[in-house]
């Protein structure tokens, strides 16, 4: 191609390629996975639905459901040397590298020989997606309880996705209202077009790079601050403020100088992400088994006053980093969680890729120094 477009930076407003997983309409404040509003799924679905559909292109059938569910019970373990490298990462690393090498590493031990060919076939990438579904919670909850110097507690091959992570985390089964918030939040964080994360992960798959490495990139770019970060600055600032009554001149001192709120704005969405709704309400409905009324406070009084001052709305980051933190979940642990549910969009995505495949590597502009006057020969001796 000889015409070259010079695309604004951050790549926004340009649409890079067709995609058939979700559609996110910002105009009508609107997501949809494979043509159902994800609020839809989220009232009416289970995660382990919403995760069939994404990669298998449409909801399951009761039988379907049934054996989608029974794999991903099954492939819950965890290898002797997986557990082994879990035991050994520094307690005080980042917890997304914690996930991300331990992806990393099973990655290994599924795939000894790489085979671009295989790579590219819809049903390999279905089952490796299906084995990361399995584990990647158990790699997190091994690697949470490890940080705290706690046993880990080996999953259970009876419970759902959601209530197996609670009790590979803490040894118990929490509240109905509260298994199923997080199961809401799985649902929601699912899958969200061209972000980020899930570029990466295409990008990736475009030089017929396998699965796992893909995934683990995805990981990389979501443990960002301005992506899959969002979450866990939420809760630190709500916990920094302390006290609702204090929230309105809290919100007013950081527009004031100027300073970027965590969990509010959105490249895609102007007038507010139409997750939120739904994680609100979940939220608010765990709050007071969780005696958590006073974060569902301040979140309307920073939401108001955002929204009053400049425009700006929640997104979806907003109410899990609350919902999440009355959970009983670590702060530095939001982010993993985000995790579990997007390798579901991921796969969905990279099999997407990898079934109509053109590499992708834009141009760039020169802005460096003017070329230089050759070096005389010999004079870096
Ligand atoms: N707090 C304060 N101001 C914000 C803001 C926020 N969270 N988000 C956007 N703005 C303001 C910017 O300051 C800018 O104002 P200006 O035009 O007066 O300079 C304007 O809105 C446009 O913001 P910009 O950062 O250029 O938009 P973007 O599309 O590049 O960024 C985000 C989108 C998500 C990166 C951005 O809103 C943000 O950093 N949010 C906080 C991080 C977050 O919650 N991330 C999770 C995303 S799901």
């Known amino acids: 191609m000889s015409e070259k477009i010079k695309a ?27 043509g159902y509003p994800v609020q839809e799924l989220a009232e009416l679905c289970s995660f382990e639905e919403v995760a069939y559909l994404l990669v298998h292109e449409d909801l399951p059938t009761q039988s379907q459901l049934h054996d989608f569910a029974a794999k991903e019970k099954k492939y819950r373990g965890l290898s002797d040397h997986l557990q082994q490298v879990i035991a050994l990462f520094p307690a005080d690393a980042h917890p997304m590298d914690k996930v991300r090498t331990g992806i990393s590493y099973f990655g290994m031990e599924d795939k000894l020989i790489w085979d671009p060919d295989s790579d590219r076939d819809p049903q390999t990438n279905r089952d490796k997606f299906m084995l990361l579904l399995a584990k990647i919670p158990t790699i997190i909850a091994y690697a949470y309880r490890q940080e705290k110097g706690q046993k880990p507690i080996p999953p259970s091959d009876t419970l759902s996705f959601s209530e197996n ?39 990736i798959t475009s030089t017929l790079s ?42 007013l001192d950081a527009l004031r100088e100027k300073r970027k709120i965590m969990g509010f704005g959105h490249r895609v969405y102007t007038n507010g992400d139409s997750r939120v709704p739904t994680m609100k309400k979940y939220m608010q409905q765990m709050a007071s088994s969780k005696k958590g009324e006073k974060w569902v406070d301040m979140y309307e009084i920073l939401e108001q006053t955002m929204v009053e001052q400049k425009g700006i709305y929640p997104n979806l980051d907003f109410p899990t980093g609350p ?39 834009p141009l760039s502009e020169y802005t460096g120094v003017a070329q230089r006057s050759p070096l005389p020969v010999g004079s870096r001796k």
């Open 323 to 361: 919902a999440y933190y009355m959970m009983g979940f670590d702060i530095q642990w939001f982010t993993p969680l985000f995790v579990m549910s997007r390798i579901t969009g991921w796969s969905a995505h990279i099999i997407e890729q990898a079934a109509d495949n053109r590499l992708i590597r």
């Open 8 to 34: 604004p930076k951050g790549l926004a407003g340009v649409i890079v390629d067709e995609t058939k997983v979700s559609k996110v309409m910002p105009e009508i404040n609107s997501l949809v996975y494979r």
């Open 165 to 203: 992570f609670f009790y590979m985390c803490f040894g118990e089964v929490p509240a109905p209202e509260v298994v199923k918030a997080f199961d809401v939040s799985m649902i929601l964080y699912a899958e969200h077009s061209f972000n980020a994360s899930t570029f990466t992960t295409r990008v």
């Open 210 to 251: 396998d699965l796992y490495s893909a995934v683990v990139g995805g990981v990389g770019a979501l443990k960002g601050p301005l992506h899959g970060g969002a979450n866990e600055q939420v809760m630190h600032t709500m916990l920094e403020i302390e006290d609702p009554g204090k929230a309105r001149q809290w919100m």
